[in-house]
């Protein structure tokens, strides 16, 4: 008998085979490696000791607090974006559509140093904030602001196709049965785009706490106030403290995993309690 | 302006128009401040001070050498994932086999790696105290600090890009038409060339300014990689950092307007690509 | 050519699709696999055509094993039942492509290429439409370039996957007799997959019927329908009565308790008695036949009879009324078994 891989009827099967594995493993699990026998190779209270430092603490506090807040407030508005954007016409309605991927096509440097200046308190807008007793550059609120922009399109372009795809006889439905908008809205529309909503959150909280570019501009990067714990990394590597970096940066990937795979396990559970309720 | 509804909505799904108003409101002016201001700012700042000054920063030799060397990275590092990706989505999309699973996880993985540390796992592997790092050293091969690094450092980064787009195509698409060019006697490669690569055109090309948009404007991991050596390892993007960082804000925003410049062209290159891939959706005969 | 498949069996991972298939198909045969969906008809298809490969078994072409040979060297046209045209290429081109990727020494001249392209064309009557996009095309066309593009190659076999599943009933019937029309013609050897029975009774030479990853019987449309091998086949072919012969099937010659006659809709007459033990519960008129419902006490289903306009006029058939039951043909059943008579 032939061995399995033979058996295929359309051709490619071990080239694509060969080149997938081999780039995977030259470009991503051997260099993951190296982070992960790095890790290995620091005793247990070494590994402590960098990972739970008063300035590795309060670099978390700042890095999964913005990256949280930016989240809520991506939250609230990137689905109502997504709402106004498929749901009304209005002139430039598709540019706008356009410019909400914006964030991911500017470099982020270039999104960092804008920032900065116009929130910088010598700058009009940052100077009337600052007026109003809201400095903004160069402390959390700078931080937050810049993740708000980097993680915008997550939310609006994951609930938007949902929102494209919603059946309108289910709203239609709810208005036949006496429902006023507002409570279709908030009792018919938005329970069907929670799933989307979470998933859309999780990837713009992950990409949100490994974010560099965007932030070190207008964080000022004050120790135990406004570092951030990429920084805190990029930090540890110019003094050459490899064994420091690799631990905080251990601590930066499992938080982003348990992100992305409480993501997928959402899915999976959604998809099953669908197809569960068409049955 | 006015807010009307899309055509085949009902009276039900009419929002009353306060309601209208005031989210359409909300949203443009999130889509303002967070959006329109900072890219209106960048050219701005860009031109704040003249023209000259901004072709003066944009000529200047070490932003010369910066620019080819972002080219010369996206040059290297965008083909690469794109063969990996046409790969990679041929391989999950057309056939089943163990673990195929764990690929598609292990593809995406890249997009949960924080750009700075895409760039220490090569500093682990390939740097001074690095797991390689004697034996590069004894044979006179640099890798951190110089181009090699940052082409690498960069590939990790956009690897996902490609593959993420074509997947979801070629899986919708299914693998009749390949499969009528091999009964119909065409080799691997020429079903490839003939079938496959035109049905997946504008997907690819899709997933090819996706990625070459992150590949010339990545940031953290190059940063990390590339040691800022000025006319030999600086990105464009870590140019902007050392001006910025010198004072010479003018001169960084107005290579950063470059960078701008090219955004909006990857935005509106996407947008039409997009909208030829709606059309030719549209049209196909069995959907 | 002819085509030998032996002892086939084919899973989709643990789920089993193929249970042991054995058919002979001969050269010029016109032959279709008939079957409800999900009985392996179109793996079977593929399996012949090299698109799937089976877990055991052989696949010969005229004696040749090609069972591990690949679909591109098979030689054989396939037409996809969503024909899975070239979007991108012109219906010329779609035609055109089999003899452009030969290899350089085959490939045909670029007048000859014209040429035979343009016959093919012609001869599903496509002739206009050689510059249109596939997208352009109806249903039907689409079908019939699908064809002609499976004939560039000039296969010695010819295998179609629901070829009329996508249209239309009306476009169905007219390109199914152009179909046969064809095969008259060319004499290649064809199989097509179908659960239409009306479809296969008018296309095909012999039909395969297909239960669960088994073959049930294979015969002409005429033994199918008069001997049918079990009772599956028969409920498959149309609509059918059962009848347990012990209790109302007399004139069938048998009494045995676990024998069924079945009797088609037009085999069976109520004639009016006085205690028939059936009663007439709907007749229904259908233009040129009249469809007439019995419910016996002892049955569940009710009993079908389908007289033609002209035969019920005299019968006075009407609901309500005690009938008791008559057939004029039928087949026998023993469980599995059917039960020959001698």
């Not at chain 3, 690949?70 to 024909?83: E, I, L, P, T």
């Not at chain 3, 689409?142 to 599943?165: H, M, S, T, Y």
């Not at chain 3, 016996?296 to 079908?304: C, D, I, N, Q, R």
Request: net charge positive.
């Amino acid at each position: 008998m032939r061995p399995r891989w033979r058996r295929q009827a359309l051709p490619g099967f071990g080239l694509t085979f060969g080149v997938c594995a081999s780039y995977l493993f030259l470009i991503v699990l051997i260099p993951l490696a190296a982070l992960a026998l790095k890790s290995a190779t620091l005793g247990p209270a070494e590994f402590w000791n960098a990972v739970a430092s008063p300035r590795a603490l309060a670099s978390y506090r700042v890095t999964f607090g913005c990256a949280a807040l930016a989240g809520l407030v991506n939250l609230v508005l990137g689905p109502l974006l997504a709402f106004v954007l498929v749901r009304y016409r209005f002139p430039g309605r598709k540019l706008v559509d356009a410019l909400v991927d914006l964030p991911f096509a500017l470099p982020t440097a270039v999104a960092g140093i804008t920032l900065t200046k116009l929130y910088a308190p010598n700058e009009p807008l940052g100077a009337w904030l600052a007026s109003l007793g809201w400095k903004v550059a160069y402390t959390p609120s700078g931080i937050t602001v810049a993740l708000i922009f980097v993680s915008l399109p997550f939310l609006v372009r994951s609930v938007q196709p949902v929102l494209e795809q919603l059946d309108p006889d289910i709203e239609e439905a709810a208005a036949t049965l006496g429902a006023g908008r507002l409570t279709t809205l908030w009792r018919v529309v938005l329970p069907a785009l929670w799933p989307a909503i979470l998933a859309g959150f999780a990837l713009a909280f992950a990409r949100a706490i490994g974010e560099y570019g965007s932030v070190i501009f207008i964080a000022g990067n004050m120790p135990m106030v406004s570092e951030i714990a990429p920084l805190l990394i990029t930090g540890k590597l110019d003094q050459h403290d490899y064994a420091g970096a690799t631990a905080i940066a251990v601590v930066l990937l499992v938080t982003s995993f348990v992100a992305l795979i409480a993501i997928n396990l959402l899915q999976l559970w959604t998809v099953r309690r669908r197809s569960a309720d068409t049955r | 302006m006015s807010a009307h509804l899309p055509r085949k909505s009902s009276v039900a799904l009419r929002d009353p128009r306060w309601l209208r108003w005031s989210l359409l409101a909300i949203a443009l002016a999130f889509v303002a401040l967070f959006l329109v201001l900072p890219l209106l700012a960048v050219f701005g700042y860009a031109f704040e001070k003249g023209l000259d000054v901004w072709r003066a920063a944009v000529v200047d030799e070490e932003a010369r050498a910066a620019i080819r060397l972002t080219l010369l990275v996206a040059a290297i590092a965008v083909p690469l994932n794109t063969v990996f990706g046409v790969a990679a989505a041929w391989l999950v999309t057309r056939y089943s086999f163990r673990g195929k699973g764990l690929l598609v996880s292990l593809i995406d993985l890249p997009f949960a790696v924080s750009p700075v540390i895409a760039g220490l796992i090569y500093v682990l592997l390939f740097g001074k105290q690095g797991w390689l790092g004697p034996w590069l050293a004894d044979h006179d091969v640099k890798i951190i600090f110089a181009v090699p690094g940052i082409v690498l450092a960069t590939t990790f980064v956009t690897f996902p890009f490609v593959a993420r787009e074509l997947i979801p195509l070629m899986q919708a698409q299914g693998g009749d038409e390949e499969r009528a060019a091999i009964t119909l006697g065409a080799s691997g490669w020429s079903m490839f060339w003939r079938v496959t690569l035109p049905k997946i055109g504008w997907g690819l090309l899709y997933g090819v300014i996706l990625c070459n948009a992150r590949a010339i404007g990545e940031f953290g991991a190059v940063s990390v990689v590339s040691g800022h050596i000025r006319g030999l390892t600086n990105t464009m993007p870590l140019h902007i950092e050392v001006l910025y960082n010198e004072y010479q804000r003018t001169a960084a925003f107005a290579v950063a307007s470059l960078l701008a410049l090219f955004a909006l062209l990857t935005l509106v290159l996407k947008q039409i690509v997009g909208w030829r891939m709606r059309r030719i959706a549209a049209t196909e005969p069995d959907a | 050519m002819s085509i030998d498949v032996a002892d086939i069996h084919y899973a989709y991972g643990s789920a089993p699709a193929l249970r042991g298939i054995d058919l002979s198909i001969e050269s010029g045969e016109l032959l279709a696999l008939l079957g409800p969906s999900g009985c392996g008809k179109t793996t079977l298809l593929r399996i012949v055509a090299g698109l799937e490969f089976p877990q055991r078994g052989r696949v010969a072409f005229n004696g040749r094993d090609v069972t591990d040979v690949s679909a591109r060297q098979r030689h054989v046209g396939f037409v996809f039942q969503h024909y899975a045209l070239f979007n991108h290429l012109s219906v010329f081109e779609n035609v055109a492509f089999g003899l452009r990727v030969r290899r350089w020494r085959l490939r045909p001249k670029r007048d000859e290429l014209q040429r035979k392209v343009r016959d093919l064309l012609d001869l599903v009557q496509l002739g206009d439409f050689a510059h249109r996009l596939p997208a352009q095309l109806s249903g039907g066309q689409r079908q019939r370039v699908a064809l002609a593009r499976a004939l560039a190659v000039e296969p010695e076999i010819l295998l179609l996957d629901e070829p009329f599943g996508a249209l239309d009933a009306r476009v169905r019937g007219d390109l199914r007799r152009w179909l046969r029309g064809l095969h008259d013609r060319i004499h290649v050897t064809s199989v097509f997959v179908t659960h239409d029975q009306e479809e296969a009774f008018e296309l095909a030479d012999r039909i395969a019927v297909m239960n669960q990853g088994r073959i049930e019987q294979l015969a002409d449309p005429q033994t199918l329908y008069t001997q049918p091998a079990s009772p599956f086949v028969c409920r498959f072919l149309g609509e059918v009565n059962e009848l347990p012969v012990a209790l109302h099937a007399r004139w069938s010659g048998h009494d045995e308790a676990d024998v069924t006659a079945f009797v088609r809709p037009h085999d069976l007459d109520f004639v009016p008695a006085a205690a028939g033990g059936a009663r007439i519960e709907s007749v229904r008129d259908l233009g040129p036949t009249v469809r007439i419902e019995a419910r016996h006490p002892a049955l569940s289903a009710p009993l079908v009879a389908i007289h033609e306009r002209g035969r019920f006029g005299g019968s006075g058939l009407a609901a309500g009324q005690a009938v008791a039951i008559e057939a004029r043909r039928w087949v026998l059943f023993r469980g599995e078994q059917a039960v020959t008579e001698a």
